[in-house]
């Protein structure tokens, strides 16, 4: 959905990392992150609030809730550290 039906530039190149849901389906927190980095989260982020009204009614009339929750989006640095540290593993593995 992202891809495909939001026309939004700073929205381009993202990808979800993660949804959790809370227990009475109040708040779904959405965590992202983008092939470029933290630069770029400010960004993004703003992106995704200016569209979360779309995409909460888009996402609601597609999957059958009786409410559909508000989303909360954060950022996510995990595949940023992921690759820090893959990048360190590889120092350590060609100083070998």
Not at 34 to 56: C, N, P, Q
Request: aromatic share 6%; hydrophobic share 40%; no cysteine.
């Amino acid at each position: 959905m992202l891809i495909r039906e939001v026309n939004d530039p700073r929205l381009k190149q993202i990808f979800v990392t993660g949804v959790k849901i809370d227990r009475e389906l109040t708040h779904a927190n959405v965590y992202v992150s983008a092939i470029e980095g933290t630069a770029r989260s400010a960004e993004v982020l703003a992106g995704l609030e200016s569209a979360s009204g779309f995409l909460r009614r888009e996402l609601s009339a597609r999957v059958e809730v009786r409410a559909f929750p508000k989303l909360r989006f954060h950022w996510d640095p995990t595949p940023e550290n992921a690759d820090h540290i893959e990048k360190l593993l590889a120092g350590l593995r060609n100083k070998k």
